[in-house]
Structure formats: C-alpha cells, structure tokens
C-alpha cells in the first residue's frame, strides 16, 4: 500500500466553524507533512512530525492546530479561518532521513474554502 | 535565504526532448528532486540526485551540479500526458523546499 488518503476532498467553511482535516497512510513512514498549496504556486510546508512528535512549526498561525495521534494518523484541526487561508491543504509521508529515504508521498488534498 | 527559480512557462511538441532548469541559492542540502503536479492532483516523485550528475529513470533524466548551484529536467519522447507543473525541491535538514514550478504544456 502505497497511498496516502486524505478527507474530506472538499470543505466549505465560515470563519467561525471548527472542522478538521484528516490524513492516514499505513507504509510504515515516520514522518509526516502538511503543506498548504494556492493556485499556480508550489505547495508551502506548514508542519513536519517525526516519530510523532512536531519537529517542525513554519511559523504557521495559531487558528490551524496539528496533531499526529498515531504513526499512520495526522491531522489538522482549523479554527477561525479567514479567507486568505482557502487553499489545497497536501498531506505527505516519508520514511525517516535515517533509513536514506528521500521521497514524499503525497495525498490527493483537501479544497477549504472560508467564507 | 533558501531560493529555487524555475521557467514559470514551457511549451514542447509531442515527441520531442524538453529541459526544464533550476537553479537555487542555498548550500548544505542532501539532494535536489523533482516532482509532477497534474492539474486538480497531487504532487508525484519524478527522480532525485544526492550527486552530481545524470540520474535516468526512463523518459525523465535529472542532472545536478552543486558547484553550478544548478539542476535540470529532461523529459524525451514527450507524450500529451506530460503536461502538467513540474516542480524541483531542494531537501534540507527534515524538509523539502519547493522551487517555483514550472507549466509545461504539450502541443500535438
């Protein structure tokens, strides 16, 4: 199984609703990735988790949340978007850089749109 | 500061041979990749060199020189499906940081 699920596809959303963004993959990776992607642009990292543990923060705003609960799991919970924030939100795996793996496999995205 | 710059725009003929550039400003890095982005899908690993040099894998080549500060893509044979952004990514400490993309669009 090489494939990284994401739900939902497509997410409508006013800026004051909770709702969370989900991704699982069952490859064995240890890293795992959100990335935020606007049209015609290339995907922006957001969070790396290692072993589970956030390793790296790109000084991404408070009001989005990440959370790996498990090593097959990650999560992104939004809070208090604006509009600006409507984007293609890519989740990605990848095993550790210690095994000299340096390939990312991503999933098919989630469309937000904050209205 | 960490840069990748890429053609925003390419356009090939079916059939033909296209080399898609990046040059970047950083140093320190494990490797540069390249990935393919369809229209509405996700990106895809194309190929990555750690060394300089020629790396084939089927219709894609990639080259690297870091004393260049440079890389490229070289797809053959080219096929309509081909069309769709094509991004290099320089991987660094625990990510990947993505060039600004580059539209190749086939002509029959």
């Known amino acids: 199984d090489t494939e990284v699920t994401q739900t939902p596809k497509h997410l409508v959303m006013g800026m004051t609703n909770k709702k969370s963004l989900k991704c699982e993959q069952h490859m064995g990776h240890r890293a795992m990735y959100w990335y935020k992607q606007k049209a015609k642009k290339p995907p922006e990292l957001m969070f790396v988790y290692s072993y589970e543990k956030l390793s790296i923060n790109e000084s991404v705003p408070s009001r989005f949340s990440p959370e790996c609960p498990n090593s097959s799991l990650l999560n992104l919970h939004l809070h208090a978007l604006q509009p600006e924030d409507s984007a293609l939100y890519l989740c990605?795996?990848?095993?550790?850089?210690?095994?000299?793996?340096?390939?990312?496999?991503f999933g098919p995205g989630t469309r937000l749109t904050v209205t | 500061g960490q840069s990748l710059e890429q053609p925003s725009e390419v356009t090939a003929v079916e059939g033909a041979i296209v080399q898609i550039n990046c040059t970047y400003q950083t140093s320190g890095f494990y490797g540069l990749s390249w990935y393919q982005q369809h229209d509405g899908g996700a990106p895809t690993f194309l190929s990555y060199?750690?060394?300089?040099g020629l790396e084939e894998t089927g219709r894609f080549s990639s080259f690297l020189s870091r004393s260049d500060s440079y890389g490229y893509l070289l797809l053959q044979e080219l096929q309509m499906k081909d069309s769709a952004s094509y991004f290099c990514?320089?991987?660094?400490?625990?990510?990947?940081?993505f060039g600004s993309g580059t539209r190749l669009s086939i002509r029959p």
């Open positions: 990514a320089l991987e660094r400490a625990s990510k990947i940081i």
């Open positions: 990605a795996s990848s095993q550790d850089r210690a095994s000299g793996s340096y390939e990312q496999y």
């Open positions: 060199n750690a060394l300089d």
